[in-house]
């Protein structure tokens, strides 16, 4: 009989958002209390994904370094390096760094935030700048746009000559 005979006619066919798999894997991995398995995850997210499927999953979260992995016997435990929040920064900063013109890309994201977005991302940017001591508005020469972060301390003597 073929698959299509077998699925439930009155069962809409749903496929899930891009990433959604994803989060819901790491968001069990999160729930865990030591690593585990993939059969657990599986377990977990209800049952209704084929096990290969999981791993998948967790071998693409892998590879964005979002989870690691350890040998047990003739299998793997995972655990989460990440949390959903990591993930959809990683995918950002991923998105970003395929650019040619990076200041083109974030002026267009940060004009088209919301007024609410933009202040929590001013103060982040502000708590940033009080963690590390650094000006991070100050980080390019104001006339040519160019990076002036040299990596120096800015003490005297630090200036070329």
């Known amino acids: ?6 699925e439930d006619p009155h069962r809409p066919s749903r496929r899930r958002g891009q990433g ?4 819901q894997v790491l968001g069990a991995l999160r729930e865990a209390e030591a690593p585990v398995t ?13 096990y290969t499927t999981v791993v998948t ?4 979260l892998l590879a964005k370094n979002a989870v690691a992995r350890e040998r047990r016997g003739r299998s793997f435990v995972w655990r989460p390096t990440a949390d959903v929040a990591g993930l959809a ?10 650019e040619s013109d990076r200041e083109a890309v974030l002026a267009s994201f940060v ?3 919301p007024p609410d977005d933009e202040q929590v991302l001013r103060a982040l940017l ?3 700048q009080a963690t590390d001591g650094t000006d991070v508005t100050d980080r390019t020469d104001a006339t040519d746009g160019t990076d002036v972060t ?12």
């Open 89 to 98: 920064a990683l995918k950002m900063r991923r998105l970003l760094d395929g």
């Open 150 to 161: 040299d990596g120096t301390d800015g003490a005297p003597g630090d200036t070329e000559g």
């Open 111 to 113: 004009t088209a935030l």
């Open 1 to 6: 009989m073929a698959q299509r005979d077998r």
């Open 57 to 60: 999953i967790l071998t693409r």
């Open 38 to 50: 993939a059969a657990w995850v599986q377990e977990r997210l209800g049952g209704d994904l084929a």
């Open 126 to 128: 502000e708590a940033a």
């Open 20 to 23: 959604e798999l994803e989060s």
